[in-house]
C-alpha cells in the first residue's frame, strides 16, 4: 500500500502560517487578527483529521466479469468500507487499467463515509471494450478536503484481469460441411458406421455405450477401457488464423478481423459438431469435438476463444511447413484465415489446395504478391474469398471462389 507523501508539508506549511499570524495578532492585541489566528487553527486541525481518517484501515472489493466479448461495455463495481471510526469526506476511487484501457474514462462520483456509513458502492462503465487480456493491478483512492488544499491519495494491490475475447458471429452456414452433418446436431451420437478408425483407448465413462468398450484392454487391464476414434476426414477442421508479425502488408483492422472470423468459424463449428482444431503460434495446436476436447479440466470452446483473446500482432506467425508435415494426405479441410500470404506459403500449400478454404482480408487485394498467391492456390483447387466484413465467411460455403461484396 503506497500513498502520495505531499500532505505532510502541507500540514506543516499550515501550522506555519498559523503560528506565525498567532505571533502578530498576540503583539498587536487586534481583535481581527486574533480570529485570524483561530480560524487558522482549526483549519490545520481540521486538516489533521482529514489525513488521520484518509491513512485509517480500508477494505476494497471490486467485481467484475472474467470473460467477455469484444466491443462490449463492461460495468465495474467497487465496495470500499473503512475499517476505523473517524469519517471520510469527499472519497473517489480510480481503478489504474494498464494498456488499451488505461485512457478510457471513468466517472465515478465524490462521495462520503460518514459515522453512520461505513460502506459505499462505486460502479463505472467501460465503453466498447477492444479485443484482449486487459489487467488492473491496483486501485487508487484519493480522499481531499473541501477546498482543495490537502488531499491524500492512496493506492491498494487488487490485481484482476478481463479476457474479451474476440467477437463471434451467428452465421450459420459460413462453413461448407458436408450434407449429412446435422445442424444442431452437437449433443446426438454417431451410428458405429460413422466413427473413424479408432485412435486410442480412455477409460471408462458412466454412460459409455458398450459398443464401445475395448474388451480385450479391459480383459488385460482388470477395468473397462473403451475406444476412442478418430474424427471421419469429412467431419474435421484445421484452422489457421495466418497473419505476418507486424508485417507491413496488414494494419490492426485487418488483424482484428482475422480474429473475429476465426472466433465466427468455432462457433459455426461448435454449432454443427464439426472436430476443430485450431493452429496457433509456438507450434500450439487446440482441438474442439466430440471425440476428444484435447482440453482437459476446462471448457473447450472457452479455451480456444481465451487463446484468441491473447494473440497480439507481435506474436510469431503459425509456422505453415511445419504444421503442415504433421497433417495426413486425406485428414481435414484446412480453413486459413489470413490477412497476407506470401508465395513461399502458397507453395507449401499447394498439395492441399484440394481441399483449402482461403479467406483473405480485402486491405491485401492491392498487394500484387498476395494477389499472384492466391491466383495460384485458387487455381489448384482452392476455394478463396476476400473478405470485407465478417459476413463475407458465409460466400466461402456457398462456393464463390472469387466472392467479395463492393
Not at 27 to 51: D, K, N, P, S, T
Not at 83 to 97: C, E, K, N, S
Not at 113 to 142: C, D, F, K, Q
Amino acid at each position: 500500500m503506497t500513498q502520495r507523501i505531499d500532505w505532510p508539508f502541507k500540514l506543516a506549511l499550515l501550522a506555519c502560517l498559523a503560528v506565525g499570524v498567532s505571533i502578530v495578532a498576540w503583539l498587536l492585541g487586534h481583535g481581527a487578527a486574533l480570529f485570524i489566528a483561530a480560524a487558522l487553527w482549526a483549519l490545520w486541525f481540521y486538516e489533521c483529521l482529514l489525513v488521520a481518517s484518509a491513512l485509517q484501515p480500508l477494505s476494497v472489493q471490486r467485481t467484475l466479469p472474467m470473460r467477455t466479448m469484444a466491443s462490449s461495455d463492461i460495468c465495474v463495481r467497487l465496495d470500499i468500507q473503512r475499517q476505523g471510526w473517524l469519517p471520510i469526506m469527499w472519497l473517489r476511487p480510480h481503478d489504474d487499467w494498464e494498456g488499451a484501457l488505461a485512457l478510457h474514462s471513468q466517472r465515478t462520483p465524490v462521495r462520503s463515509l460518514m459515522l453512520w456509513r461505513r460502506s459505499a458502492v462505486w460502479s463505472y462503465t467501460l465503453l466498447n471494450v477492444p479485443r484482449g487480456v486487459h489487467r488492473v493491478s491496483e486501485v487508487s483512492i484519493e480522499m481531499a478536503d473541501a477546498f482543495g488544499f490537502v488531499s491524500v491519495r492512496r493506492r491498494l494491490p487488487l490485481a484482476a484481469e478481463i479476457i474479451v475475447h474476440p467477437k463471434a458471429l451467428d452465421l450459420p452456414g459460413c462453413l461448407p460441411m458436408p450434407r449429412h452433418v446435422m445442424a444442431g446436431s452437437r449433443g446426438s451420437g454417431f451410428r458405429c458406421a460413422e466413427w473413424g478408425a479408432v485412435g486410442g483407448i480412455d477409460p471408462y465413462r458412466q454412460g459409455d455405450p458398450l459398443a464401445r468398450v475395448h474388451w480385450p484392454a479391459s480383459l488385460r487391464q482388470g477395468t473397462l477401457y473403451t475406444k476412442s476414434f478418430d474424427p471421419p476426414a469429412d467431419r474435421t477442421w484445421l484452422f489457421v488464423p495466418y497473419w505476418t508479425s507486424g508485417g507491413a502488408m496488414e494494419d490492426d483492422a485487418s488483424f482484428e478481423l482475422v480474429m473475429t472470423l476465426t472466433a465466427t468459424a468455432l462457433r459455426e463449428a461448435g454449432r454443427i459438431g464439426a472436430h476443430v482444431s485450431l493452429a496457433l503460434p509456438n507450434r500450439v495446436v487446440m482441438t474442439l469435438g466430440r471425440y476428444d476436447s484435447g482440453l482437459s479440466g476446462a471448457d473447450p470452446a472457452v479455451a480456444l476463444l481465451d487463446a484468441l483473446a491473447r494473440c497480439t500482432r507481435q506474436d510469431e506467425a503459425v509456422d505453415l511447413q511445419a504444421l503442415l508435415s504433421h497433417v495426413p494426405g486425406e485428414s481435414a479441410a484446412i480453413l486459413l484465415l489470413g490477412t497476407a500470404i506470401a508465395s513461399r506459403q502458397a507453395a507449401w500449400l499447394g498439395s492441399y489446395a484440394g481441399r483449402l478454404h482461403l479467406a483473405m482480408a480485402s486491405a491485401a487485394q492491392g498487394n500484387s504478391d498476395v494477389q499472384d498467391a492466391v491466383a495460384w492456390l485458387a487455381e489448384r483447387g482452392a476455394q478463396v474469398c476476400w473478405i470485407h466484413e465478417p459476413r463475407d465467411l458465409t460466400l466461402l460455403a456457398k462456393g464463390d471462389v472469387h466472392g467479395h461484396r463492393a
